[in-house]
């Protein structure tokens, strides 16, 4: 009884609350140029003044390094809002197009337009970024939001609460915080888009909610990304970058980190030396002491990776690492070799600092392991091997590619940042945010000039043979018509 | 029947993952192929409209066989140019790097078609698909049945029949349909129906493209030379009774119009009706019975009868609907609620044109607003104050010929748009692709990690080259900021 009250008060609540931002909506205020600069600066701001306290909370929440911290949300939120306000001019402006002689004279533009009212529903690996970064998005096409930040990184979800008013219109962008009962009750209202970042368990639930509304959603979901790795590589480099993209990426709890490694049984134990060189270069040789490495989130995804270690298909597969610290919350830099691809590790995305790699006997043969498994986020190749390369670019179908490094590619805004398949559905960053939560009304401008009376009833012979030659833009045919001569 | 239809589907995986579906040879092949179709079973298409709808082979001609041949030839020109990857700028900080976008198929595409364009909603979609490189699964409406039966015997002699298949049936087939798991769904139809369908792919995350409907108004501004009006009336009665009688997601649903302009309006569109719309061999007629008393439901209300100002006659035997105008019909009753899809013309009259804006606030948002009128400042606020799928000043339908303009609505009008290289995008993904190179490590990427590391990035960060390049010889320290 008192779960029953409790759940309408919260559905009332999230229903006035978009209620409320429907109706600065419609009074028009999101969607002058002026309203979405002064937002997008004023979370500049924001993340200027705030940095510390931003810090603290990812400190708080995830053990975050210092430097990830900055590097990963704080500077990738300011140049995503900076790249937004220096665009937005720009991206507001309607696309002229051409049109066609059929329907001559007349002129045809492409208008963006904002959707509405738009729900970005964040993650809690970076809670700040994945949070921001739709908002930024969404305000700077002109759209009224709420944000739902993950109440897995509660820190950063009460910094938001808190401190978002100060900066930014909250008539028109509000944060609603709270778990899967608020979420709930969130989706249960009707929203013009929702995005989505999580796992595709949920991704499937925010959908069909969104479907009883017919609201278009973008969902950024995980996947296991593989990386590939030839032999004929920079062996050094190809171990940092591998490690860095692994263990300094939230330590494995990303979307984008390296899920999982492919190369050959011959090259194997050399690439293997490498790794474990560059995981005690950075984290020293007693990682579980590291402060240069997030810790796992909680005690459940602890509990969750532990038990992935356990498993007795998997715990002799480790060649390195393996030490866990339950208080700490802290489980050290692991690697695994040929784990079987029916274990529970194989199957599942990690999203923690375990590494499995499976050797295959030619490296051509990676092409099967990858597509038995669903389409990841990212795929990654190491290789000096240009054909291999282009073979793995046609291939291998994922979110995105990155040949020679990892993660990096996130960090291009002016490439399209989504998945494919099980990875998500959409995708958003630099203007492809903005598209993502435009609408592009399409305009057509006709004077009355230029009346064809071939095109009403009563239908004669003539006219079709006009309306036919006007279809195919066939000049000709439309001069013959025009003067009565058939043309076959 | 249900194994049959999984063992279609599976096929066409088959053929995609086998990779015969990618190549621009086969591509350009198929789309050459439906251009032969389409020129050699010009009468066979026209026969099975005919029967389905009673259209007219103009009708036909111009909004199905075609605009189907415009659409492959912009396609069989563009395709190349499409497929090509797109290059994209790298910031200089990420130098040695080159980006692009490559644009792959998504995989095994349903496409759903919806009974009033039967041929041109099938093949317009799958243009699309195929040029994008994928297998497709195409299930016709079940409502124009010699249209969907044409194309389940025709489309398998000119494809390639692994990968393009027709599946033939109701609700039941489509019901047994989503339940497979495809890489993308399109489907044109009601909202209702839309609903059903993405919660149905919810389930495998697959994305969808949703075509609906709406209640398109027509705004009608006073016009002060008298050959703009002639126009204006021309294009508005086309728009209704010369589009499939009005049974078309675009055609204009109903006319909003100033109060002292409407009896005048009124006489000219009677006049119009009685010159070129009364012969019924001109008119399609309406497609079913259940479509035909849905439609004598609203005009027999008796709150609508009344405002019957031409026409309301009804044939059942023929499925013919005289084309009928209702003058200010209640505005809460079915024809001003529903969309019409019907050769019914509801006229609502206003104080001031200027209040068109507001009568379409409040409303959900229609595939298309459309206007006819000289005011710059009017058309500037239907622009910017109304939301819809597209906006058409001083014509109506034409946008949909357009293969430079994205076609789709916007709210309960759908998501999602296609036609010209839309159609191609609809059907792709843009897959990001960054090369790196080996040479050119930067320390501060790696841990262990210090303050001069932090410094690095926050130069890089604000793109403070001198400040980097001072950082690189020392010859500056870290600062905390």
């Known amino acids: ?488 | 029947m249900a194994m049959d239809l999984e063992r279609v589907v599976e096929q066409a995986r088959e053929t995609f993952e086998s990779g015969g579906t990618r190549s621009y040879f086969w591509r350009r092949s198929q789309l050459r192929a439906l251009k032969d179709l389409l020129h050699e079973k010009e009468a066979a298409i026209c026969e099975a409209l005919k029967l389905d709808l009673g259209k007219h082979r103009v009708e036909a001609y111009r909004d199905e066989i075609g605009f189907l041949i415009k659409s492959v030839d912009h396609a069989l020109q563009n395709l190349k140019k499409w497929m090509k990857p797109e290059k994209v700028s790298v910031p200089l900080v990420a130098f040695p790097t080159t980006s692009e976008v490559v644009l792959e198929p998504l995989g095994v595409v349903l496409i759903f078609a919806s009974w009033n364009f039967p041929i041109g909603l099938s093949l317009e979609p799958l243009i699309g698909a195929i040029s994008a490189g994928n297998s497709v699964v195409l299930k016709p409406s079940e409502l124009a049945s010699a249209s969907s039966k044409f194309l389940a015997t025709n489309l398998p002699k000119y494809l390639d029949n692994k990968a393009v298949s027709v599946i033939e049936g109701g609700p039941l087939v489509g019901q047994q349909l989503l339940e497979q798991k495809w890489d993308k769904i399109f489907f044109t139809g009601s909202a209702r129906i839309g609903r059903i369908i993405m919660t149905a792919a919810a389930k495998h995350l697959t994305p969808v493209c949703l075509e609906l409907g709406g209640k398109c108004p027509a705004i009608i501004d006073s016009l002060s030379r008298s050959r703009d009006v002639k126009v204006a009336i021309n294009r508005v009665a086309g728009a209704k009774w010369g589009f499939c009688s009005g049974q078309a997601c675009i055609a204009i649903d109903y006319l909003l119009v100033e109060e002292k302009y409407a009896p005048f309006l009124v006489d000219l569109l009677k006049e119009k009706i009685k010159n070129c719309y009364m012969r019924p061999a001109d008119l399609t007629r309406i497609v079913n019975k259940q479509h035909f008393q849905r439609l004598r439901e609203m005009i027999e209300d008796p709150l609508v009868a009344d405002t019957v100002v031409h026409g309301g006659s009804l044939d059942q035997e023929s499925l013919y609907i005289e084309p009928t105008i209702l003058l200010d019909p209640p505005l809460d009753s079915e024809v001003m609620k529903e969309e019409i899809f019907g050769p019914l013309l509801p006229i609502i009259t206003l104080k001031k044109i200027g209040d068109s804006i507001e009568f379409l606030k409040g409303r959900p948002k229609p595939l298309v607003i459309y206007a006819f009128t000289n005011d710059e400042k009017l058309k500037k606020r239907i622009i910017e104050e109304t939301s819809s799928g597209a906006v058409t000043f001083n014509d109506a339908v034409i946008q949909f010929a357009l293969d430079t303009l994205p076609f789709g609505g916007t709210g309960e009008s759908g998501f999602g748009k296609y036609h010209g290289r839309f159609s191609f995008d609809q059907f792709s993904h843009r897959k990001a692709v960054m090369r790196r190179s080996f040479c050119l490590e930067f320390s501060f990427r790696y841990p262990p990690w210090n303050e001069r590391k932090l410094q690095f990035l926050r130069y890089i960060y604000s793109f403070n080259y001198v400040g980097l390049l001072l950082l690189f010889l020392g010859l500056k320290r870290c600062s905390s900021t």
């Open chain 1, 1 to 488: 009884m008192g779960k029953q009250s409790q759940r309408s008060v919260g559905e009332e609540s999230a229903g006035e609350v978009v209620m409320g931002l429907r109706e600065s909506f419609a009074s028009g205020k999101t969607r002058s140029y002026e309203w979405r600069a002064a937002q997008l600066k004023g979370i500049i701001r924001m993340i200027d003044e705030k940095e510390e306290n931003i810090m603290e909370a990812l400190e708080a929440d995830l053990s975050k390094p210092k430097l990830e911290s900055f590097v990963h949300e704080i500077s990738l939120a300011k140049s995503s809002c900076g790249l937004a306000l220096k665009e937005l001019k720009r991206w507001m402006k309607p696309e002229k197009v051409s049109s066609m002689l059929t329907a001559f004279p007349s002129s045809a533009e492409i208008v963006p337009e904002p959707l509405g009212v738009v729900l970005v529903i964040s993650a809690w690996n970076y809670p700040f970024l994945l949070s921001i970064d739709p908002v930024i998005g969404a305000i700077a096409a002109g759209n009224a939001v709420v944000l739902k930040p993950s109440e897995i990184a509660p820190s950063i979800s009460a910094l938001f609460s808190t401190i978002l008013p100060d900066y930014v219109d909250s008539s028109c962008i509000r944060v609603v915080e709270g778990s899967i009962p608020e979420t709930t009750a969130l989706l249960a209202q009707k929203f013009d888009k929702i995005i989505y970042t999580g796992n595709a368990k949920v991704g499937r639930i925010v959908m069909s909610a969104a479907a009883k509304h017919l609201t278009p959603v973008v969902l950024e979901l995980g996947g296991k990304c593989p990386v590939v790795v030839d032999s004929n590589v920079d062996l050094k480099v190809t171990s940092k970058r591998i490690v860095v993209g692994k263990w300094g990426s939230n330590n494995g709890q990303a979307c984008l980190a390296p899920d999982y490694i492919i190369t050959t049984k011959s090259f194997a134990p050399k690439l293997v030396d490498a790794l474990k060189v560059s995981i005690e270069n950075f984290y020293g040789e007693n990682p579980l002491q590291s402060e240069d490495i997030s810790r796992v989130v909680n005690s459940n995804h602890f509990a969750r990776l532990s038990s992935l270690l356990d498993d007795e298909k998997v715990s002799g597969k480790i060649i390195h690492g393996g030490q866990k610290d339950e208080k700490l919350l802290k489980i050290a830099p692991t690697l695994l070799l040929d784990v079987p691809d029916d274990s529970l590790l194989m199957q599942e995305e990690i999203f923690g600092p375990l590494l499995p790699i499976i050797t295959v006997d030619k490296l051509e043969d990676c092409f099967d392991v990858i597509n038995s498994k669903p389409k990841p986020l990212a795929a990654y190749l190491f290789s000096r091997n240009k054909k291999f390369e282009e073979r793995f670019v046609k291939t291998v179908s994922a979110g995105g590619i990155l040949i020679n490094d990892t993660t990096m590619h996130f960090a291009n805004p002016n490439l399209p940042f989504g998945g494919v398949g099980e990875s998500g559905v959409g995708s958003y960053h630099g203007k492809f945010s903005f598209d993502s939560f435009s609408h592009k009304k399409a305009v057509l401008h006709r004077s009355f000039g230029g009346e064809v009376s071939a095109r009403y009833p009563p239908y004669t012979p003539r006219k079709q043979k006009l309306l036919r030659a006007l279809l195919t833009g066939d000049i000709i045919g439309l001069i013959l018509a025009l003067f009565g001569w058939p043309r076959s």
